[in-house]
């Protein structure tokens, strides 16, 4: 049985979307970029630097990260996981700059997961750091101070399908195929 870590933003909750959804409310009259034209990894790089307060502002709000929508199949993928016995856990990195970031996290994995996933909850500036088999993430590179131990796999995302060298999860149905589980 593998150890698989599952990161959170965009690949179990829908971060882009969510950032999407409440700038267009806020900033009618503001350009945005829609998800399938966002070509690098960081909302903040894509933007005009005269936005960056405006985007972290969003991400400061408290109920930002509790109130994501699931990414289709995320969560049912992960109970699937469970069900044949492999070890998954969520291997999330806070966002410093937003105080209620991490306790959000919890309070999410609660709601979309079941309080018995809070025990499987990692958060972890640098995922090198943690043990697995497999990180499923939406990051094109994921660095850190270790060699990591787990493979890398990529969760299909517009902004890292310049990553072609890696395994891809285009959608939660197939991993069992991909991870060849």
Not at 5 to 32: K, N, S
Not at 40 to 64: C, D, L, M, N, S
Not at 106 to 132: M, N, P, Y
Not at 162 to 176: C, G, H, M, V, Y
């Amino acid at each position: 049985m593998a150890v698989i870590l599952v990161d959170m933003d965009d690949v179990l909750a829908q971060f882009e979307a969510g950032f999407l959804d409440i700038w267009r409310r806020l900033y009618p009259d503001l350009p945005y970029i829609p998800l399938p034209q966002r070509d690098v990894f960081g909302i903040e790089k894509q933007y005009p630097p005269e936005f960056r307060e405006k985007i972290r502002a969003i991400f400061r709000t408290p109920g930002f990260f509790l109130n994501l929508e699931p990414v289709p199949g995320g969560p049912e993928a992960l109970r699937q996981m469970l069900d044949q016995g492999h070890q998954v856990f969520i291997c999330t990195a806070p966002m410093v700059e937003c105080v209620s970031c991490s306790m959000e996290k919890f309070q999410w994995t609660e709601r979309h997961l079941g309080h018995d996933f809070l025990k499987r909850l990692t958060i972890a500036s640098d995922k090198t750091l943690v043990r697995g088999d497999f990180l499923i993430d939406d990051r094109p590179e994921v660095t850190g101070s270790m060699a990591p131990v787990w493979e890398h796999v990529v969760f299909d995302c517009a902004y890292n399908r310049s990553q072609i060298t890696k395994r891809r999860l285009a959608f939660w149905p197939d991993w069992r195929r991909i991870l060849g589980l």
